[in-house]
């Protein structure tokens, strides 16, 4: 089978750029799936995407100008039902021939093979190779169906078609050009009003040529860069920008270091055909204001890239990705300086604005912003954090700590009411810190405030203090303490006010910070700071949280069964998880571990069955040898395990219990529970039942068996 490389491009005007990595991957990949699926490619077929502002291309190794013919075995029909009595086709069998393309000359080539039961009729043929040009076609209709584009376009075409100036085309932006190559060939398909040819465009304002012509699908990278002048692939043009980012803020010495945003590479390698890094700078004046300001404001609003010093401070120099080439690039330096200016003249006005109130005065405020039409105004929200905040204070440091707590959750929402945080939202709890400290407020009070929002996503770090920790959990029990109890929960992909992320967090602060509160205690607390404005949904919350760590902890590593079997006791103390799930590992490597939790289980099983009965264990009542053996055994052992499980040591305490399993073996061998005399059966499930809560104490262990 001859085959040649492949080179599809679709030429369109500037497409959304968060969105262009993805439509160009996803352009790329379908096609390449289409083509495979027809049999047009080969198994060492290589698919290379291409995606810059004006174009989607794939380039796709080895692909045959017709797929190879395919032999396929059909089944029709039962024998009975496809052949009469002396052995002649049935018109039912006719008329399923027929469909096929073939007629009653076919019959004496049918096979018989058995199919289940009975015996049926299969039709053997070759199904011709589909063209190139054909399998092109439905995969280019198919790549272009599945793009996930985030919004689409109605746009009217104005040649080649059925009524020119009205018949429509909906695509995420109007198309302009379609190339199709196998080799030097042009492959002729047709999409979105377009008819394929081996020209495409280059920039927009810097090409050598226009129209740039393709002399073959291989030349396709190289002839835009040389002709073009665009680099069509987005990683290449990315690690353009990239080097060339680190070169600028090198030639400006040794202090420079690019503020480097992934998300915003990746915006402006979307934004750009071919970079081209320029050094700009703003009055240093500018740098009395605090710099996640600035570095907002030049990244959000200007796609620029701040430049910070070796202490990560930020200087007054910043780095453009301009889209051209000028010999005099002073115009365009010039350009980018005089409009970031106002942006930051902007910032500065409100943070010379915003000081000449204290936080304390802009408390009333809050209760003039809606917070959720069910749980109030913000400063209602901020009276429940605030006694939230306060009983957990108290439990973790006492007066002391509660009042510090009271105070920075009182002052924590305050910044919303602030006009530079009206303007940048991002910055509330941070422009809060600085405000604080202006106040005169301590170090403390401040970081609790900019850190009560955290953590913000996964990874990212914890409260710095302890004012801080007991604030953002009392701010994340509020949430999901209200959001429950009015049953606003989340459903789906869909989460409104981030619970799942609210759970988490709650979560990390109680295991990493080794918090001694109990889950439900702290649940519990939280919902008077409510009143009568919720339900109780205290069940359904912890079950929620319980299913975050259960997730959380899969994700770090640890089997279902383990997980499973820790968060099965519901431990209270969310610090201790980690220890328990540690010993459930060490005690599952164990010899003797597959058999004590399938005893575990069977116990179990048994203490359902007979719930309510059972005794305290008399040892004058133990008559057969093996019982008396498991009565010792765990007069020596359970002891042991406990005070080991008393002092923490999970791992420990399981290990000594292991020791039980030859005298629980022996048991189950040798006893019969259910005995006839009521005392004796009473007793060994009383028996039963010390060795179980005994067993269980670190987890269910049952949940190990297999």
Known sequence: MTTKNLLVELFVEELPPKALKKLGDAFAGVLFEQLRAQGLTVAESVVTPFASPRRLAAHVTAVAERAADKAVSQKLMPVSVGLDASGQPTPALLKRLGALGADASAVAGLKRAPDGKAEALFYDSV??????????????????????????????????????????????????????????????VKALGLASGNSTQGHRFEAAKSPVLLADADSYAQTLLTDGSVIASFNDRRFAIVQQLAQAAERLGPGYEVLMDEALLDEVTALVERPNVLTCGFDEQFLEVPQECLILTMKANQKYFPLVDTHGKLTNKFLVVSNISPDDASAVIGGNERVVRPRLADAKFFFDQDR???????????????????????????????????????????????????????????????????EFPELQGIMGGYYARHDGLSEDIAFAIEDHYKPR?????????????????????????????????????????????????????????????????????????????????????TDFIYDRLAGGLREQGASAQEVDAVLALRPQRLADVTQRLQAVRAFAALPAAAALAAANKRIGNILKKSEGEGAAVQESRLVEAAEKDLFTAMQKTVPAADAEFSNGDYTASLMTLAALRAPVDAFFDGVMVNAEDPALKANRLGLLKHLHEAMNRVADLSRLAA
Not at 152 to 169: A, F, I, K, N, R
Not at 378 to 396: D, F, N, P, S, Y
Not at 492 to 499: E, H, S
Request: some cysteine; glycine content about 10%.
């Open 457 to 541: 996503f996964a990874g990212d770090e914890l409260p710095r203090t302890m004012t801080g920790v007991v604030v953002a959990l009392a701010d994340k029990l509020e949430t999901l303490v209200g959001m429950f109890g009015i049953g606003n929960l989340p459903t789906g992909d869909k989460d409104p006010f981030a619970l799942r992320r609210h759970a988490l967090g709650v979560i990390r602060m109680l295991v990493e910070k080794d918090l001694p509160l109990e889950l439900t205690a702290l649940l519990a607390a939280a919902a008077p700071a409510f009143g009568e404005k919720i339900t109780d949904a205290t069940g359904a919350l």
């Open 127 to 188: 199904v011709p190779g589909v063209d190139l040009a054909v399998g092109l076609q439905k995969a280019l209709d198919e790549a272009i169906a599945k793009l996930p584009i985030p919004k689409v376009m109605s746009y009217q075409l104005e040649t080649d078609c059925e009524l020119p100036g009205w018949s429509s085309v909906h695509f995420v932006r109007p198309a302009h050009g379609l190339v199709a190559l196998h080799g030097s060939s042009v492959v002729p």
């Open 356 to 422: 000449k109130k204290t936080l304390e005065s802009r408390v009333p405020a809050l209760s003039k912003v809606v917070y959720h039409n069910k749980l109030g105004t913000q400063g209602e929200r901020m009276e429940r954090v605030c006694a939230i905040a306060e009983t957990i204070g108290l439990q973790l440091g006492g007066p002391e700590l509660a009042a510090r707590s009271l105070l920075a959750a009182r002052l924590a929402k305050t910044d919303l009411v602030t006009d530079m945080v009206g």
